[in-house]
């Protein structure tokens, strides 16, 4: 177990804590792309998700999450923010995050875009000497 600092609950404490899977969810099958990618920061967990329905209305595909780390947070613009918007929430004493996606096609396009930066990853793992 590893020591570092806890940002929700609030107010942030520092304890030993170990990283660990508690339970698992139903998720849209078209937005578990992204909850995975969100999961795999350190400070995130999230919340709630949809993966969006095409016509009319705002079907729009989004991911809701807490972000404890703002450098994590920062990453995530970075790479989202060509696909989706992002709105912040104040809700129950602590910072919440919308990770919602222009539409249906443009959070395909994101998740295209991952799996091509995993791939690139992996393959430049393997050529290490």
Same mark, same amino acid.
């Given at each position: @177990?590893?020591?570092?600092?806890? *940002?929700f609950p609030?107010?942030p ?7 660990t899977?508690?339970?698992?969810? #139903?998720?849209?099958?078209g937005?578990?792309g992204?909850?995975?990618?969100? +999961? *795999?920061?350190? *400070?995130? !967990?999230?919340?709630q ?8 209305? #705002?079907?729009?595909? !989004? ?8 450098? #994590?947070?920062?990453?995530?613009? #970075?790479?989202a923010?060509?696909?989706a918007? @992002?709105q912040i929430?104040? !809700?129950? +004493?602590?910072?919440? !995050? +919308?990770?919602r996606?222009v *539409?249906?096609d ?6 295209a ?9 992996r393959?430049?793992n393997? @050529?290490k000497?």
């Amino acid at each position: @177990m590893k020591q570092r600092t806890v *940002s929700f609950p609030w107010p942030p404490t520092t304890h030993k804590t170990m990283r660990t899977a508690i339970k698992t969810e #139903d998720i849209d099958t078209g937005i578990v792309g992204v909850v995975k990618w969100l +999961n *795999s920061f350190e *400070s995130v !967990y999230t919340l709630q998700s949809c993966q969006g329905e095409d016509g009319d209305g #705002d079907g729009k595909p !989004y991911v809701l999450f807490h972000c404890g780390d703002p450098t #994590d947070l920062i990453k995530i613009l #970075d790479e989202a923010h060509t696909f989706a918007t @992002m709105q912040i929430e104040w !809700y129950q +004493n602590s910072f919440r !995050y +919308n990770l919602r996606f222009v *539409s249906v096609d443009t959070l395909a396009v994101f998740d295209a875009a991952q799996a091509i930066v995993r791939q690139m990853k992996r393959l430049r793992n393997r @050529m290490k000497p």
